[in-house]
């Protein structure tokens, strides 16, 4: 996308594997024990992801606080849907 480095989140290993198949740096499972804050961590190089597209389907604030906490200070979260 542009020069973008991009990282993917689901539950779905089938989601994940078309994430890297369509160029996803990382794909990460956070049902699977992986931690979603720490992989983000390591993928920003410790700055904080510049954005994240939150398109879940869920009545759990759980994916806008883990956005915020893997945002960058004026970094961006856009929720789909």
């Known amino acids: 996308a542009q020069g973008c ?3 993917g989140i ?3 290993a089938q989601k994940l594997a078309l994430a890297h198949r369509f160029g996803a740096e ?3 499972n956070p049902g699977s024990g992986e931690e979603v804050l720490a992989a ?3 993928f920003s ?3 904080g992801v510049d954005a994240v597209l939150i398109t879940a389907s869920t009545s759990s604030s759980e994916p806008v606080s883990q956005a915020a906490r893997k945002c960058r200070k004026r970094g961006r979260i856009v929720l789909v849907g």
Request: hydrophobic fraction near 55%.
């Open 5 to 7: 480095r991009v990282m």
């Open 40 to 42: 983000a961590e390591v």
């Open 45 to 47: 190089r410790g700055r």
């Open 26 to 28: 990382m794909a990460v």
């Open 10 to 12: 689901d539950f779905d």
